[in-house]
């Protein structure tokens, strides 16, 4: 079965990453390195063990554009929102047995290296990818 890992982030996140001071450990090029490199690690054994469908990243919420229904009419908000919001920052999605492997795929994001030591407030999301109408259970 196929289930969509959904990483989370902020605009702040994003700025941290790219140097900004925010009041949070900043990045160094070393940080950004680890991250990089445990990314790739982590994509790689996805690929190699033949569970990983896509993999992508997003850009920042600052190049984000929000539709809403108004009345019936769309409106267009740009990014960006508040800079704690949590916004969709990437996602992979995986064929693996169960939803347990899923989540168990989606734990170990939580290892990814931090400017500072672990990073406490990530949050992933593990949701199975509906193939048909008879597997959205209605």
């Known amino acids: 079965m196929k ?3 959904l990483s989370y982030g902020s605009q702040q996140d ?4 790219s140097g900004k ?3 949070r450990p900043a990045w160094s090029s070393e940080d950004v390195g680890a991250m990089v490199q445990f990314m790739e690690s982590f994509n790689k054994e996805l690929e ?11 850009a920042a919420p600052v190049h984000t554009r929000r539709l809403q229904s108004k009345d019936g009419v769309p409106v267009v908000t740009d990014g960006p929102y508040a800079e704690t919001q949590e916004v969709l920052a990437g996602y992979w999605i995986v064929d693996c047995e ?4 899923a989540t168990e795929i989606a734990a170990r ?4 290296p931090y400017p500072g ?4 407030d990530a949050v992933a999301d593990v949701r199975p990818i509906i193939d048909s109408q008879a597997d959205m259970g209605f």
């Open 3 to 5: 289930y969509m890992i």
């Open 48 to 58: 190699e063990s033949g569970e990983l469908v896509e993999t992508r990243a997003l």
């Open 117 to 120: 030591g672990a990073y406490d």
């Open 109 to 112: 994001l939580g290892q990814c």
């Open 21 to 23: 001071d925010t009041g």
């Open 98 to 101: 169960s939803f347990d492997r």
């Open 14 to 17: 994003y700025d941290v990453l």
